[in-house]
């Protein structure tokens, strides 16, 4: 963990593949450590590329390997089956053996692993909280509870890699806010690198460290995700209005009395809903473009919480009635969705000092996530 | 064999127990004859080991049809389901040109291994697996074109060999339907008939199975009280294997799937 910076092992992921519709052309590396989110729209072609780093999908040219340890390469003629690459695979339909119990489902994998195990069933049976369920067969279990038995199956195989192919998706909101701490665990406490596939970028911004946008078969971007949250080129990739700002920040302060807590970073105090971590715990915050408002002067009777003070570093004009606006608080770049009417208005230009106004609601638990301790990866080691 | 041996011999029932004399039909005795007796031992015999022998190559069959992308599936397909649709009497003399005493394979088996198929009990049970082969593969493969490839896919993801996904995961899914298909191949052996006679002959004992014997008894004079006789076993046979199938279905998809 306390490898220098830039000798971190890769997930090197290379690929040419061919088909009738779609022809896919993937380049990228990731840091092993910590979760690398691969978005995009649905055809966009993130299943291809998970089956070809499982092992289900031969590509037609490519490479594809974690650190040293080579899945594929066309060039050698290295292409191991998919149960020599060990990889933790958690489908979205989670597959558990609906003929074995939820504990025979979970050791599946691990009775099967020649070696020391690094991660025990006892281990993963209390992160999960799946104590109560090894009884059970998988058909009487919620969806939540299923993908929780699967990503533990997953894990207990010993993988060297784990691919969740949205996790969350067949589950409805209430079940992926309860399926999403458990992910955000993995990553704390496993250390095992996590190529997470996604097309909900809420998702994406809670969970990820790295991001891999994909576009028609190709790589749209790839780097840390707090440089690319912010950069308006995604924008159109991900949808106007998810585009925003993600900051790390740390809790400072907590009110009991208001129920909110107090998250600083470099360009002041930000108020969110109460936050059950302690202080001095990092988190991560989105603040999407279009919940942020912009004013001259510090508004005296307004409800919003948050005000922070800044000047607009970067416009850029959007299609339709919207601008983008970038506003530079304390060093960091906030963005704002105006319409090119209220630009005109107030006469927003870059240089001009302006407050940044958004309200505490707006910061939700779908928008507050942990993070692992702070690494800037760059994304071009 | 062993198992069936003592229970030849009608010394074990020393007196027709009091049902038995029950008459179903005016004039009818219950009571099978030491000549029926072993026609109906010898068809439970013969149904019982064609079955087993046709389970491992009818899911292997079944595998091939559905799992495998070989050349030439179409050509297996037909080649399993012909005794379905040929005339009993033509697999019957295939299998005369094929293990008959000079046939190719007739030939060798009893030049090399000292078998005889002609005749005899191992040939009524040939043909008895041949015909009902493909009642066996249409069941055990249809259970098998329910079982997700995903699971297998899942189960390989964790570790799990080719094989081993087969036998922990996919076998077990397809448990209830390997068990029907068993059962049918063996309902199925119980009434066979055209390949048998023609391929193993009648001979008491070795290869007089139940249709034979009805027909034997039908070709008697006064032997229509047999045929009877005969006729209420086979349909008795035929009813409980269907039952047992059943419920034996049920039991193992609640065994497997818990519901």
């Known amino acids: 963990m306390d490898t220098a910076h830039g000798v971190w092992p890769m997930i090197d992921v290379r ?18 450590d910590g979760i ?67 504990g025979a489902n979970l050791t599946y994998g691990l009775k099967r692993y020649r070696g020391v195990p690094k991660i025990e069933a006892t281990a993963a049976i209390e992160l999960l909280g799946l104590d109560h369920l090894l009884a059970r067969r998988p058909h009487t279990l919620s969806g939540g509870e299923r993908q929780r038995v699967a990503i533990g199956r997953a894990i207990l195989a010993q993988p060297s ?36 596939i996604s097309h909900d970028f809420n998702e994406v911004m809670r969970l990820a460290d790295h991001l891999v946008v994909m576009d028609r078969g190709l790589v749209a971007r790839h780097g840390p995700l707090i440089e690319l949250a912010s950069d308006p080129e995604i924008g159109p990739l991900i949808g106007r209005f998810e585009a925003g700002t993600v900051l790390n920040a740390v809790i400072s302060d907590h009110d009991a009395a208001s129920e909110l807590s107090a998250l600083s970073f470099a360009g002041g105090d930000i108020r969110v809903p109460r936050i059950k971590a302690a202080i001095g715990t990092r988190m991560r915050i989105r603040i999407r473009a279009r919940d942020v408002a912009l004013a001259l002067s510090e508004p005296p009777d307004i409800s919003v919480s948050n005000r922070l003070r800044g000047e607009i570093s970067a416009m850029t004009h959007r299609e339709g009635p919207f601008m983008d606006v970038t506003v530079s608080v304390g060093g960091v770049g906030i963005r704002a969705l105006v319409t090119t009417e ?25 928008s507050v996530g942990f993070t692992r301790r702070d690494r800037a990866i760059s994304s071009e080691q | 064999m062993l198992l069936f041996a003592p229970l030849s011999s009608l010394s074990l029932f020393p007196g027709p127990p009091q049902f038995l004399s029950l008459s179903l039909i005016a004039g009818i005795s219950l009571l099978p004859s030491p000549a029926e007796l072993e026609a109906l031992l010898l068809s439970l015999k013969v149904a019982l080991v064609a079955s087993f022998v046709s389970l491992l190559p009818a ?103 080719r094989f081993d996904a087969f036998l922990s995961i996919t076998l077990p899914l397809m448990l209830p339907g390997v068990l029907a298909g068993f059962i049918m191949g063996f309902a199925a052996s119980l009434g066979e008939f055209g390949a048998t006679i023609t391929f193993a002959s009648n001979v008491a004992g070795e290869t007089r199975t139940l249709p034979l014997a009805i027909y034997t008894a039908l070709q008697t004079p006064d032997g229509e009280q047999i045929a009877m006789r005969l006729v209420m076993f086979s349909s008795i046979l035929a009813i409980l294997a269907l039952v047992i199938s059943e419920v034996a279905e049920q039991w193992t998809r609640r065994m497997v799937f818990g519901r």
């Open chain 1, 342 to 366: 209220s630009m005109k208005r107030l006469g927003l230009q870059k240089g001009l000092s302006v407050w940044v106004l958004f309200k505490a609601v707006a910061l939700d638990s779908r």
């Open chain 1, 36 to 102: 690398t989110a691969l978005f995009g729209r649905n055809g966009a072609g993130k299943s291809s590329v998970v089956s070809a780093i499982a092992g289900a999908l031969k590509p037609d040219a490519g490479r594809i390997a974690i650190g040293e340890r080579e899945f594929f390469n066309s060039a050698s003629g290295v292409n191991l089956a998919v149960e020599q690459r060990r990889v933790g695979y958690v489908f979205q339909d989670s597959r558990l053996f609906p003929h074995l119990s939820v």
């Open chain 1, 161 to 196: 890699l784990l691919l969740m192919d949205e996790p969350l998706a067949a589950l409805d909101p209430p079940r992926k806010a309860e399926l999403l701490p458990y992910i955000e665990l993995i990553r704390e406490k496993l250390g095992l690198p996590v190529i997470y």
């Open chain 2, 59 to 161: 899911i292997c069959i079944a595998w091939l049809l559905v799992r495998s992308q070989i050349r030439g599936k179409i050509f297996l397909n037909v080649l399993v389901h012909a005794p379905l649709v040929l005339p009993a009497v033509v697999i019957g003399y295939f299998l005369l040109l094929g293990f008959g005493v000079h046939g190719p394979i007739g030939s060798v088996l009893e030049d090399v291994f000292g078998i005889r198929l002609v005749f005899t009990t191992a040939g009524a049970m040939l043909a008895s697996a041949v015909m009902s082969f493909p009642l066996m593969v249409r069941a055990i493969r249809l259970s098998l074109e329910v079982v997700d490839p995903g699971l297998e896919f899942a189960a390989r993801s964790l570790g799990a060999s």
């Open chain 1, 15 to 32: 690929l040419k593949k061919s088909f009738p519709s779609l022809s896919l052309d993937v380049t990228f590396q990731a840091p092993v």
